[in-house]
T-cell receptor
């Protein structure tokens, strides 16, 4: 299974943009890049996913490097409610399994 | 929005009991999943189902079974609960065929086996 690498923790100030990096150098051509987040005492929440092109939705943007070996989740204006553990995950169309690593714990300062 | 509802947020059972964890989704999703989450080990897939009455083993199926009699409901069964099954259990569902569809999770059941 392809592996992702994320920083253990990051800090941000409220109302500032946050860029959460993820390295996935062993990604294969058909792997999608997914981002989930988990708030305290809740189940993981889907944030965004993409294959090759950058993606935007109401929660965030996903910027994918041209060689696909890395990606960045962008929260445009962090709020206190965005404090969570963010997971970068690769998925294959042929497998239903999502492999959650240890993720990045985001702290948002007021 | 997709709603995945797990029957209990907290549950305490005794060693040797048969334990049922229930999960219901309201979006007519084909696929449903059971994970457990433990500190330092992340989320691990126990079982999943891609259709009614169909099931596939995940990474850690030992000691568990599942039942999917209706599309919206997926049950996890601990046949004879043991203390090493104390954990947070998470149910998820997704739409369609293939593994690239987003999974939508419930809020989890924190199960303690005494």
């Amino acid at each position: 299974d392809a592996k992702t690498t994320q920083p253990n923790s990051m800090e941000s100030n409220e109302e500032e943009p946050v860029h959460l990096p993820c390295n996935h150098s062993t990604i294969s051509g058909t792997d999608y890049i997914h981002w989930y987040r988990q708030l305290p005492s809740q189940g993981p929440e889907y944030v965004i996913h993409g294959l090759t092109s950058n993606v935007n939705n109401r929660m965030a943007s996903l910027a994918i490097a041209e060689d696909r070996k890395s990606s960045t989740l962008i929260l445009h204006r962090a709020t206190l409610r965005d404090a969570a553990v963010y997971y970068c995950i690769l998925s294959m169309d042929s497998s239903y399994k999502l492999i959650f690593g240890s993720g990045t714990r985001l702290l948002v300062r007021p | 929005d997709v709603k995945v509802t797990q029957s209990s947020r907290y549950l305490v059972k005794r060693t040797g009991e048969k334990v049922f964890l229930e999960c219901v989704q309201d979006m007519d999703h084909e696929n449903m999943f059971w994970y457990r989450q433990d500190p330092g080990l992340g989320l691990r897939l126990i079982y999943f189902s891609y259709d009614v009455k169909m099931k596939e083993k995940g990474d850690i199926p030992e000691g568990y079974s599942v039942s999917r009699e209706k599309k919206e409901r997926f049950s996890l069964i601990l046949e004879s609960a043991s203390t090493n099954q104390t954990s947070m259990y998470l149910c998820a569902s997704s739409f369609g065929a293939g593994g690239n569809q987003p999974q939508h999770f419930g809020d989890g059941t924190r199960l303690s086996i005494l």
